[in-house]
DNA sequence: GCGAAAGCGGACGAATCAGTCCGCTTCTGC
DNA sequence: GCAGAAGCGGACTGATTCGTCCGCTTTCGC
């Protein structure tokens, strides 16, 4: 890939802000249009880019899913299991509540990098996982699917409440569930 | 409203339950040409009956919060509190495991009537978690709603599991982490 | 500055889908 | 049976939105 000219590094900056945000706000089907709009770009200047919604859609994924795999590691590394394990359900809760596009978006993208990013977060998480259960934190009927499948429960169901503290409540509810 | 004629009765009673099955399936944007498909009859026949798509689905919503509404009032009757609450709970997240759509079109739907009845339900099941609550069967900072997100939230996170009976552990986990 | 390459963005095409309309068909009361 | 009312459904309209294209503009090495 050559370098860009510098009005089109600044237009695609500006693009990729405007995604993150409008998809955050709006979800993952929100318009290419209300993008470029936002970016102050046409919407060709989007598709120069981006040769489907999709793939804009996966550079955004791309940039938090690197971001929540980096924090992953830090929790997974701590050394009282269990306390790694709750901060980590935290801070994905606070992460997907802030954004609802990376939840929905994920699951939507069918890129194999994106893929191959959600593959090594999901063995970090497992290994969080596993080692929370080791250490008594977490129920033994469980396995890692289960509770990725109801962590994920929590944060969607975050999304639907009214009260703006609720998430708070609802992760709380959820870890004390998991609990032996 | 005159009585219909037997075949407009017998195409109507066909896109009810066309409806019914298009959106549990395909969720409460599934186009109208897919129902009218369902139903063996042409998209007009679908617009006449129902001035738009969302009187459809409103009309959907209707039967199953009527329903629901039902089961509630006697959950809510009996002599357990914690007991008639756990029990809805059970109730509620099947019928919802067969129907994804009719959680999300209740919440979309803004038709008086619909809203009416989701305020009766609501009330019903404030009752049941009320005296749950009384009997110390539920945390005291959990309202109805949060309750409703919860359990959405439950249902939701069978449909990502690949064990078919991941259902009932999440029901469980959900009921374990509301107690106080 | 200048010319070529890179980039821009609005007009356009195509697909999808809600909702309308009207000529033809089917039912029903008599 | 028959006449007229009721109903049917497919063609059509209009809105929306993804994605393409090409004439014009901007940048940048020289």
Redesign the pocket.
Known sequence: M?V?????Q???DRILEAAAEAFAELGP?????EIARRA??????V???F????ALRAAVIRLHLHELLARAREFAAYEDAGRGFEDFVWYAAEVCRRDRALFEGVEKCTFDDVAAAKQELHDVVNKLIRRARRDGAIRRELDAQDVGALVGAAIEATMHAERPDAWRRYVRVLLDGLRP
């Open positions: 050559t860009l000219r510098a009005d089109a600044r237009n695609l089907d929100c318009a290419i249009d102050g770009v046409g919407h060709g200047t598709f120069r880019r040769p489907t919604k999709e």
